[in-house]
């Protein structure tokens, strides 16, 4: 889901409806990034529909678009835009460390 600055919301179901890339172009990969993170995303396979949403918004990137997508906790900072972004609340938090 993207909010335009007028507050209209848009909502994107697949990641046919993106730019054909990841937002990130992979600028932080030198860098494991998992030390930042207070919180762990968890994909619940049963939940996703494979839209491969969360791989085009993870900053880092720090998700890859297998089936299911999968999450590398080497980079993964913990930031949770994959959790606010999956329109279909497939990936929930969990406490690092618990
Ligand atoms: S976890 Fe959510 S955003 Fe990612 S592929 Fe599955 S359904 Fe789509
Ligand atoms: S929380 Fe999600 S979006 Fe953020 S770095 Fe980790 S996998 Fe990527």
Known sequence: MVKKKNS????IEKADDM???PASMGSMRHNKTASWRSIRPIILEEKCKRCMICWKFCP???IFPTDPPAIDYEYCKGCGICIEECPFDA?????EGK
Do not use: L, N, R, W
């Open 91 to 95: 990936i929930v938090s969990e406490k």
């Open 19 to 21: 730019p054909p890339m």
């Open 60 to 62: 880092e990137p720090a």
């Open 8 to 11: 209209e919301v848009i909502v």
